[in-house]
């Protein structure tokens, strides 16, 4: 998707609120129109003494104020309300999107810039989004202010007209350097959120090493290039909305010498002359509205180019374009080898089988349980669930029946409850309480005095790591999946804890591939599978 299919997308999910506020457009640039009219007119009443004409086009400018009121109400209504639906429509979408990545899709993006095109980039085409009516509407005031002055003299015409050449250049020349100022600022600001995220969430482990200082030094070096780059659009910004509405005031200046000449020789009456300068001045604000417009349209299109290139990211790990059930039998591995070459055993669990793998770090454990979750494929071979490649089977259903428990487990904000039904809303308490109590976590939840409705914070902040793992593997056991992958799940636990995780685990009856380096874990497994590196090349064993 292009940034300009993303944006046509946007306004075709707006059409009926655009089309509303469009239209609420029409009429307030009629009525700005019509207000300088009927006040030239009320003008040409005084100077002729004509008092109920006075009366009349003072009745017509009271009219005209109160409908451009409702007017410009309509429109604003109208497009605010498409802009935020279509806004919320955008997110949902991003989000829909992002949550299908694997994790090599995933890398390609730091999370902080991620958050700035989730957030600043998609508020840009929002708020684009709602000036289109304006922009539409504006253009025809426009365009109508030019042919009403002509009937007004043919000179005052000719001077409107000459204004156009310039305000063309005016609008040419900034618009390139508007984009590439933007540009540089979109990417610095998702530098900037990338160095804020790393001194929220780092700090803390870097405070012992003096590593304070240099993650406050990122932040204030990404904001300065923050500032210079906000500078730079302002400086193109503040030259463009200065020189756009000049063009039609040095217009408005010559017009009224010539109008005025006019008025002495009797061709335009004073009226005439209020209503020239009163559409020039229009003309000045159309084209102060417009320039504001073109660069939203700009902020827009960069913020389009980010947001598409987000939508564009296709996860290298796919559905099978007819999806086969997931059948029962043994998990096997075949010939496998992963990006860089590294060679993994071959092996065979069956059903209801506890095999535990063991190995030194960087021997493919956790490697081995991904594959066999199928959150990554491998370079070669083939991963088969009771003879059938993963690959080929439904992905929904393959994640109902295989659930991988990492060795760094991520707890949302909210409370225990919450995390613990996340993906299962439905679960009962008393389940809960039963996958808690096999994986040795239920006695500390029920002595906190708000209990399953205590508060973990922020990426579970509030509980040790080795209670993030207990709680994590109480949701992966509520799960009911026939293949639990277990990666190093009791690496902070001690060894009564581990002894208690161990018997819970034992009960489920399902089959367990448990990816550890505890002697406990490997005598309690049915079998073991040890991994290791001799010569250069994976040996197992």
Not at 118 to 137: I, K, N
Not at 242 to 250: G, N, Y
Not at 312 to 338: C, N, Q
Not at 466 to 487: K, N, S
């Amino acid at each position: 998707m292009t940034r300009g299919e993303l944006l046509s997308w946007a306004a075709r999910q707006s059409r009926a609120g655009l089309l509303a506020s469009w239209i609420g457009g029409l009429g307030y640039q009629g009525g700005l129109l019509a207000l300088p009219w009927a006040m030239g007119h009320g003008v040409d009443a005084v100077r002729t003494g004509d008092r109920p004409a006075l009366l009349l086009w003072a009745g017509a400018t009271l009219a005209v104020s109160v409908a451009l009121t409702g007017a410009e109400w309509a429109m604003r209504w109208w497009s605010t309300l498409a802009g935020v639906r279509t806004g919320n429509a955008l997110l949902l979408r991003l989000a829909g999107r992002v949550l299908g990545w694997d994790a090599a899709t995933a890398h390609r993006f730091s999370s902080g810039d991620l958050v700035v095109r989730g957030t600043r980039d998609a508020e840009q085409v929002t708020v684009w989004l709602s000036t289109v009516p304006s922009l539409a509407s504006g253009v025809l005031g426009m365009i109508t202010v030019l042919v009403l002055i002509a009937t007004l003299d043919p000179l005052l015409a000719v001077i409107g007209l000459a204004a156009l050449p310039l305000l063309v250049l005016v609008n040419l020349w900034y618009p390139r350097r508007y984009e590439r100022a933007n540009e540089q600022l979109s990417a610095a600001h998702g530098a900037r959120a990338d160095a804020v995220e790393d001194l929220l969430s780092a700090s803390t482990a870097v405070r012992g090493l003096g590593g304070e200082a240099v993650l406050i030094e990122r932040h204030h070096a990404a904001s300065r290039t923050v500032r210079d780059r906000t500078l730079a659009v302002a400086r193109v910004a503040a030259g463009w909305s200065a020189h756009a509405p000049f063009v039609p005031w040095l217009a408005t200046a010559a017009g009224v010498a010539v109008g005025g000449l006019a008025v002495l020789d009797g061709r335009l009456s004073v009226g005439g002359l209020t209503v020239f300068a009163g559409w020039m001045a229009l003309l000045g604000r159309q084209v102060m509205m417009l320039t504001l417009r073109f660069s939203q349209f700009g902020d827009a299109w960069t913020a389009a180019g980010r947001i598409a290139e987000v939508l564009e990211a296709s996860p290298e790990l796919v559905a099978p374009a007819d999806p086969k059930p997931v059948p029962e039998g043994s998990l096997r591995t075949a010939g496998i080898t992963v990006r860089d070459g590294f060679a993994l055993p071959d092996l065979a669990v069956a059903p209801g089988e506890f095999v535990a793998v063991m190995g030194p770090v960087g021997s493919g454990k956790s490697t081995l349980l991904r594959l066999l979750a199928r959150l990554a494929d491998p370079a070669t071979g083939a991963v088969t669930l009771g003879g059938t490649d993963l690959r080929e089977l439904d992905l929904d259903q393959l994640r109902g029946a295989v659930t991988l428990v990492g060795q760094r487990p991520l707890l949302l904000s909210g409370t225990i409850a919450d995390n613990l039904r996340l993906g299962r809303p439905g679960v009962t308490d008393e389940r809960i309480r039963e996958a808690c109590r096999h994986a040795a976590i239920l006695a500390h939840v029920e002595s906190l005095p708000a209990g399953f409705g205590t508060e973990l914070g922020e990426r579970g902040a509030g509980v040790s790591g080795g209670q993030a793992q207990r709680l994590a593997l109480a949701r992966g056991l509520l799960r009911d999946a026939r293949v639990l992958l277990l990666d190093d799940v009791t690496s902070a636990v001690d060894a009564g804890t581990e002894q208690r995780i161990l018997d819970g685990l034992r009960a489920q009856g399902c089959t367990v591939v448990f990816a550890t380096s505890r002697p406990a874990v490997a005598a309690r497994a049915d079998r073991v599978i040890h991994l290791g590196v001799h010569d250069g090349e994976l040996v197992h064993g």
